[in-house]
């Protein structure tokens, strides 16, 4: 299935606001370092004033400047987070809205596959990118997730992170070879509500509960990992059955941004080197579909990756989903 | 851009419940007739204990049967509604999750353009089906729009509909010709915040606000109107200078049902005869997503289509976006 597609920028935007992870476990009362071992953050990102339109919009603007692209001469843009600043309309027209060009008519729609919502859209689009009606392509992730955590719950306000990436797509000149070399994504819908926030939509309107039993972020790590347990091998097995390749002898691999007890549970399952595992958790926190690009991101900046290195990135949503996508980048 | 693909199943979900616009009009003390004239609606139905995943299941099994196949030939199952059950996760999954076969991993995410979701997935996946990794996709409308209305706003309590519409998707064989011709989709993000739901979302979390004003749908159809009659004609005239056909010679025209006004003003901004525009608009209301795929299917069972007819799909939506695919079907 191999699909050329090239990674031509990318660009993020961080709140500027930091939480430790210290102060948190002062807060709840729990032990000085439960955070950065349990969770394996320290510290992370939450808004104050900022939307996730905003984020997403300077987090594209930052983008298209790495490209040394002009924001009309995107074809497409795809806004790929789990979070959302309202149920209707959709995010990506809102971060267009944030962009301010209000003469440019680029479509624009929003994927959503939770926290795989980067590898389905990077995945999707390596069919549209023909270099006749797409030639460039953007996908934002921004996620704000402080705002739907239990004040009480501090598994998961240890765990997430707010903050916004935005990667620009076109084709590779001829003699460039980037391209996805191969993608898959299964669905495990005996888990479809293991992680989930209830109110805000048709069954639980925002109108009618204002507990946070209802708007917090629920998410049952044990079910969780214990699908992950059953499914990730064999996942990981057929996905690289049909590939010339070994997970091994890849260039870096960059896995969701869980937990700490999911990398590790990861690393162990595809038995990798450390160096070979590219982890932010512990500044960034599980920052949803943000977590995957912003480490890429990252990867690329700090010169980790170069042109024709072979990078994998695999994650897993809310669904439950494995997705898994192989790039020569 | 012509696109090999072929509708080959569709099937629907309509609660029992009926609303008739006349028992609307006696709970607001509006004048009798006033839906019908206005909004363009007799009786539309409403869920009563449906989800909106529980509807798109059973949309979905009734498109398997009519296609003849079964759900593990799926390769893909993507939820294009615009509204939802919950925040986190995405519906597609809830759909598999409610149609109860838990051992089979379809990969699913969900597509979000308010109400051009179905042209924006029909026309995504126009570029996927390779008949290799996708041989078979299913497209999902599934919508409740009913828990998300203001109690006291009766044009949008007398306007909207739930429902829930299912397509099935392959590559034709090679002496058939059914293809997605030409498609596109404008967005003008001035119009971004003209139809909203403002709480459920992370900007203003569903613990917060308990108002109507907040929670229910709001549409600013003055200005919704104002942005469609500065652009639908020339969306429509660049969409078609490209092409060897002329809107009306088409076979057939579906647009999203957005209220017997949009409508008028459809018809008229394209010379449109009567017979060449289906309308279900009177018995469904504004279904959101649902409402051009639930039209097509009409149309398609009514037998008002046939195989090499030629039929557009055109609509708004919230964005404010106009998208357009013409389809051979």
């Given at each position: 299935m191999m699909k050329k597609i090239k990674i031509i920028g990318s660009g993020t935007y961080l709140p500027d606001n930091i939480i430790e992870s210290e102060n948190l476990e002062k807060k709840f009362n729990i032990p000085k370092g439960w955070s950065e071992?349990?969770?394996?953050?320290?510290?992370?990102?939450?808004?104050?004033?900022?939307?996730?339109?905003?984020m997403g919009a300077r987090a594209l603007e930052s983008a298209l400047k790495y490209a040394g692209i002009d924001y009309n001469e995107l074809d497409l843009i795809i806004s790929a987070s789990g979070s959302f600043d309202h149920p209707i309309p959709h995010n990506s027209c809102l971060i267009q809205n944030e962009m301010g060009k209000f003469d440019d008519t680029i479509p624009s729609f929003d994927i959503d596959s939770t926290c795989l919502g980067f590898i389905t859209s990077f995945d999707t689009i390596s069919y549209m990118l023909d270099g006749d009606r797409y030639k460039k392509i953007a996908i934002?992730?921004?996620e704000v997730v402080s705002k739907n955590l239990d004040p009480n719950d501090w598994e998961t306000q240890t765990l997430f992170g707010d903050g916004a990436v935005a990667f620009i797509f076109g084709l590779p000149k001829n003699n460039e070879t980037s391209c996805v070399i191969a993608a898959d994504t299964k669905t495990y819908p005996l888990g479809s509500k293991?992680?989930?926030?209830?109110?805000?939509?048709?069954?639980?309107?925002?109108?009618?509960n204002q507990s946070s039993e209802y708007y917090a972020f629920k998410m049952d790590g044990k079910k969780l990992i214990k699908l992950a347990i059953e499914h990730l091998k064999a996942f990981g097995t057929a996905f690289f059955d049909k590939l010339p390749i070994k997970i091994q002898e890849l260039d870096l691999i960059i896995p969701h941004q869980a937990s700490r007890v999911a990398l590790n549970f990861f690393k162990k399952t595809f038995d990798l080197r450390d160096d070979k595992v590219f982890i932010?958790?512990?500044?960034?926190?599980?920052?949803?579909?943000?977590?995957?690009?912003?480490?890429?991101?990252?990867?690329?900046?700090?010169?980790?990756?170069?042109?024709?290195d072979k990078i994998l990135l695999i994650g897993t949503g809310a669904g439950f989903s494995i997705g898994a996508l192989l790039l020569e980048y």
């Amino acid at each position: 299935m191999m699909k050329k597609i090239k990674i031509i920028g990318s660009g993020t935007y961080l709140p500027d606001n930091i939480i430790e992870s210290e102060n948190l476990e002062k807060k709840f009362n729990i032990p000085k370092g439960w955070s950065e071992k349990y969770s394996g953050v320290k510290q992370r990102h939450y808004i104050t004033s900022e939307t996730g339109a905003y984020m997403g919009a300077r987090a594209l603007e930052s983008a298209l400047k790495y490209a040394g692209i002009d924001y009309n001469e995107l074809d497409l843009i795809i806004s790929a987070s789990g979070s959302f600043d309202h149920p209707i309309p959709h995010n990506s027209c809102l971060i267009q809205n944030e962009m301010g060009k209000f003469d440019d008519t680029i479509p624009s729609f929003d994927i959503d596959s939770t926290c795989l919502g980067f590898i389905t859209s990077f995945d999707t689009i390596s069919y549209m990118l023909d270099g006749d009606r797409y030639k460039k392509i953007a996908i934002v992730c921004s996620e704000v997730v402080s705002k739907n955590l239990d004040p009480n719950d501090w598994e998961t306000q240890t765990l997430f992170g707010d903050g916004a990436v935005a990667f620009i797509f076109g084709l590779p000149k001829n003699n460039e070879t980037s391209c996805v070399i191969a993608a898959d994504t299964k669905t495990y819908p005996l888990g479809s509500k293991f992680a989930i926030v209830n109110s805000g939509g048709s069954t639980f309107p925002s109108a009618l509960n204002q507990s946070s039993e209802y708007y917090a972020f629920k998410m049952d790590g044990k079910k969780l990992i214990k699908l992950a347990i059953e499914h990730l091998k064999a996942f990981g097995t057929a996905f690289f059955d049909k590939l010339p390749i070994k997970i091994q002898e890849l260039d870096l691999i960059i896995p969701h941004q869980a937990s700490r007890v999911a990398l590790n549970f990861f690393k162990k399952t595809f038995d990798l080197r450390d160096d070979k595992v590219f982890i932010n958790l512990e500044s960034r926190g599980n920052m949803l579909s943000a977590s995957i690009p912003l480490a890429l991101h990252e990867a690329i900046t700090n010169k980790k990756i170069k042109r024709g290195d072979k990078i994998l990135l695999i994650g897993t949503g809310a669904g439950f989903s494995i997705g898994a996508l192989l790039l020569e980048y």
